[in-house]
């Protein structure tokens, strides 16, 4: 299945006349049209979700399912959306992260929600659906919705790119924009069909840029975790500390994994060079 499409990080501050307090939705969101060879889309879904990396994950489900089975939500047999969000949350998430939340829209309604979601999230998918490829108009449309609930806001949205892909039978190219409080930077890969392989996988490049992102999280906790353990004087917080650190290793090495898988399948290049996982933890853990 061909894909083109944007993950944005995204900040709503909304503010209310009657309350000094604004309210603060944070958000990844990543809008996933799903269509057939012959480019008819068949339904779009938004999947908005804490992390980035769960966000590309649960899309990369719904892609597995549309590439197997067809639409998603005309089936006789309705897909199981907690079994999808279950294999998106892995081992070392479920244990130190458990509450991290996903949730799915189409047509501007909720059609799976796993945790804490922001109520605004609901409304502001719901303006957008009112205005279809106009997104900063759901923002006035969300504010109007307000109003007429009685409530006064002015509502302030701070957005930027976190990943693009483009994704097609033979060639792939995905860009992935790393951020932090310190600094910013951006790599991307190609991904070339080789002659003995099949057509391009998008759920399998999803998988990957997932990987990369949720594979530099773990360095740095790794990493960070180390450090942290040198310091401790008391044997059972310094152990349960190293068994963290050791649970990070087995699932970091999963994404390691999955990516080789990636590049054993296809001819992937990379600019500029792919993340160092052993120097993220090695500069993490010698910081200070």
């Given at each position: 299945?061909?894909l ?18 604004p309210l603060i ?21 938004i999947?908005?979700?804490?992390t ?18 067809g ?34 829209y ?20 719901k303006?957008?659906y ?8 759901s923002i ?10 009685g409530?006064?806001?002015?509502i ?9 892909v483009?994704?097609?039978?033979n ?22 069909k080789k002659?003995?392989?099949n ?15 949720e594979?530099i999280q ?5 990493g ?27 699932r970091?090495?999963k ?8 590049e ?21 853990k010698?910081?200070?």
């Amino acid at each position: 299945m061909d894909l083109n499409t944007s993950l944005l990080r995204e900040k709503f501050l909304i503010k209310d006349e009657n309350n000094n307090e604004p309210l603060i939705a944070v958000s990844n969101r990543l809008p996933i049209p799903l269509h057939s060879s012959d480019g008819k889309v068949h339904e779009t879904f938004i999947v908005r979700a804490q992390t980035m990396y769960h966000c590309i994950r649960m899309s990369a489900q719904i892609i597995k399912t549309f590439d197997e089975l067809g639409p998603v939500s005309t089936r006789d047999e309705n897909f199981d959306w907690n079994e999808a969000f279950d294999n998106v949350m892995g081992d070392f998430d479920k244990h130190y992260f458990a509450d991290r939340w996903v949730a799915v829209y189409k047509d501007g309604l909720p059609v799976f929600k796993n945790g804490d979601v922001h109520a605004f999230l609901d409304i502001i998918e719901k303006c957008d659906y009112a205005s279809p490829d106009e997104y900063n108009k759901s923002i006035l449309l969300a504010e109007k919705t307000f109003e007429k609930l009685g409530r006064n806001v002015e509502i302030e949205h701070d957005e930027n790119i976190g990943l693009n892909v483009n994704i097609g039978e033979n060639q792939a190219k995905c860009g992935i924009i790393l951020r932090n409080a310190d600094k910013s930077g951006t790599f991307n890969f190609k991904v070339d069909k080789k002659a003995d392989s099949n057509t391009i996988s998008a759920y399998q490049c999803l998988k990957v840029c997932a990987a990369y992102l949720e594979g530099i999280q773990l360095s740095f906790i790794i990493g960070q975790t180390l450090n942290h353990t040198e310091n401790i004087d008391d044997d059972e917080k310094a152990e349960k500390e190293k068994r963290k650190a050791r649970r990070a290793k087995e699932r970091m090495n999963k994404m390691l994994a999955e990516i080789q898988t990636l590049e054993n399948t296809y001819s992937v290049h990379y600019r500029p060079e792919k993340p160092d996982f052993d120097k993220i933890i090695a500069d993490a853990k010698s910081a200070k």
